[in-house]
């Protein structure tokens, strides 16, 4: 398979290790990335298959051993398939990674993770922008206000795969890249269900 040609991007939600699932998360960015002080609250992952022309979102919430379980699965599922995150080297990886080892969740899926193709799209870009800065300069336009954490957890691994799909248009040079994998994205994530996202797909 040509690299590349499947991914699967990931975001992470985290909440204070001690606080009840859906409340304020009052953490620092620097203790957000301590497993001992956070804990995952959801994580959405977002599987691109551009050989098969398939793209799949799911979101996974509520215990933790129960959402890293599930990512571990999904991770089984695909074993070929390149990870791609905003800043996952720094956050999401780590993260799982000990949150997993608290949980004494100890499976292959997440095993495998350190031997795997891993893009992280936040270092193409110099300087410390975020995500929605860099998706603003790309013209991804959404309004995070008027999105719950789940639809925002959504909206952000959607972002990173669209930055990703810029990036792979300009390193093959081909805009053909980006445009038929955003057509693809945006079969895959019609509906009311994905309503929240339409407005990543607006200049189609």
Same mark, same amino acid.
């Given at each position: 398979?040509?690299?590349?040609a ?5 975001? @992470? ?11 304020p998360?009052?953490?620092? #960015?620097?203790e ?9 609250r959801?994580?959405?992952? *977002? @599987? ?20 890293i ?5 999904? /991770? ?9 995150? /905003?800043?996952?080297?720094? /956050?999401?990886i ?15 899926? @997440?095993?495998? *993770? ?6 992280? !799209?936040?270092?193409?870009f110099?300087? #410390? ?7 603003d ?14 639809? #925002?957890?959504?909206?952000? !691994? !959607?972002?990173? !795969? ?17 445009q038929?994998?955003w #057509? ?9 269900r ?6 990543? /797909?607006?200049?189609?």
């Amino acid at each position: 398979m040509t690299p590349g040609a499947r991914i699967l991007a990931l975001d @992470l939600e985290v909440d204070p290790g001690g606080q009840s699932p859906g409340g304020p998360n009052p953490l620092g #960015k620097t203790e957000m990335r301590n497993p001992v002080r956070s804990r995952i609250r959801m994580a959405s992952l *977002l @599987l691109l298959d551009r050989n098969a022309g398939e793209a799949e979102l799911n979101t996974f919430e509520g215990e933790e051993r129960s959402v890293i379980s599930s990512l571990s699965g999904s /991770f089984s599922r695909w074993p070929d398939a390149t990870i791609v995150t /905003f800043n996952g080297m720094s /956050f999401d990886i780590p993260i799982l990674r000990g949150r997993a080892l608290v949980n004494h969740v100890f499976d292959e899926g @997440l095993a495998d *993770l350190e031997r795997r193709r891993h893009i992280d !799209v936040r270092h193409a870009f110099p300087g #410390k922008g975020s995500l929605a800065m860099i998706s603003d300069l790309l013209g991804l336009d959404i309004d995070e206000r008027t999105l719950s954490r789940r639809q #925002k957890c959504e909206a952000d !691994v !959607v972002r990173t !795969v669209l930055v990703w799909l810029h990036l792979e248009a300009a390193r093959t040079g081909q805009q053909e890249v980006l445009q038929c994998g955003w #057509k693809l994205l945006a079969k895959a994530l019609d509906g009311v269900r994905y309503a929240h996202l339409a407005a990543l /797909f607006d200049g189609l």
